[in-house]
């Protein structure tokens, strides 16, 4: 699958329900994302996995802080 | 003095015995008088352990427990065991939703089927000795299970229920088998599963142990307790070894 931003971000906003559809922006904190959780992290990871073949290490996470950055991250691992 | 706290005289087959808990058992029970048949995939690590290992006699065997031509191999060079540790086995976090049949058999083919092939292609080929031990690794996630953790969780619950089997259908060859279910242990597996916590939350997990996290050393003395003749009258048991986090539940 082509990984792009809007694709990715319309991804995060479809897995994690908690996040009104169209208010997750590129510059956003994932971490304020509302009642983020570790559970957050383990679809996060299970997102990458499973719909971009990248794998993510929690380290991974803890180094970006924006949706951008995370999609960044995983740009960079795709297998 | 006489003490049934040993390994004298026995043989012994471990299975993960490169790193973590299968490194650490390998190398205890060797100080404990035991003769070690060393199982993993890379030979370069199981050279490593092997090399220390205190005593004479021991040997490695390279096997890839999920490939069945090298476990038949791996069966048919053992010598007659008196003794048997399951260490081996991976933990791949995925959220229920994401699990797919490759994810699932992912975690049961290392976790469970190639436990209970390993275990059963040795009694068919007669390879197990009479008042023999056996000991699985299970997890406390066997009846306390994580998130992300289902199919770790249940291919743990599944070994313990495979244990109690082996107890039952063998006692009257004097064969035990129990199951250990270590909470939380510092090893590389542990350092693979925390990938996705933050280390806040790791913290404030850690902080529920009362006596601390577990070592690699904790959990191979009890391994070697259940080897040996002084867990004589013990078999279909599942240790849980917490460092009292349950204790409050």
């Not at chain 2, 005289?9 to 015995?17: A, D, P």
Request: aromatic residues 6%; glycine residues 6%.
């Amino acid at each position: 699958m082509t990984l792009t931003l809007e694709s990715f971000i319309a991804k995060l906003e479809e897995e994690i329900d908690t996040i009104p559809k169209g208010s997750l922006k590129p510059d956003t904190n994932y971490r304020d994302i509302k009642d983020w959780s570790s559970m957050h992290a383990l679809i996060i990871i299970a997102l990458a996995d499973t719909d971009y073949n990248a794998v993510l290490t929690g380290n991974d996470l803890r180094s970006c802080n924006t949706v951008s950055e995370l999609f960044n991250v995983i740009k960079s691992k795709i297998a | 003095m006489s003490t049934a706290f040993h390994l004298n005289n026995k043989i012994i087959l471990i299975t993960g015995s490169t790193s973590g808990i299968g490194r650490e058992t390998a190398i205890k029970c060797a100080e404990m008088g035991a003769t070690m048949i060393l199982t993993g995939r890379n030979t370069e690590r199981l050279n490593e352990t092997l090399k220390a290992l205190k005593g004479t006699g021991h040997k490695s065997i390279a096997c890839d427990l999920l490939n069945e031509a090298s476990l038949k191999d791996l069966v048919s060079s053992c010598s007659q065991l008196d003794g048997l540790v399951h260490c081996a086995g991976l933990v791949k976090p995925f959220p229920v939703g994401f699990l797919t049949k490759p994810k699932i058999d992912e975690t049961l083919h290392s976790n469970f089927y190639s436990v209970v092939e390993l275990t059963s292609a040795l009694f068919k080929a007669k390879k197990i000795n009479d008042k023999a031990s056996l000991v699985f690794m299970s997890s406390i996630s066997g009846q306390h299970p994580h998130k992300a953790g289902s199919m770790y969780a249940a291919s743990k619950a599944a070994v313990e229920a495979f244990s109690k089997t082996v107890a039952l259908e063998y006692y009257p060859k004097g064969i035990r088998s129990n199951c250990i279910s270590p909470a939380m242990v510092k090893t590389p597996m542990f350092d693979a599963a925390s990938e996705g916590m933050s280390q806040e939350s790791m913290d404030a997990h850690i902080a529920k142990y009362p006596l601390g996290v577990g070592y690699p050393e904790d959990v191979a003395n009890s391994v070697i307790f259940l080897l040996s003749p002084a867990s004589r009258w013990i078999t279909g048991i599942n240790l849980l070894m917490d460092g009292g986090l349950l204790l409050e539940y």
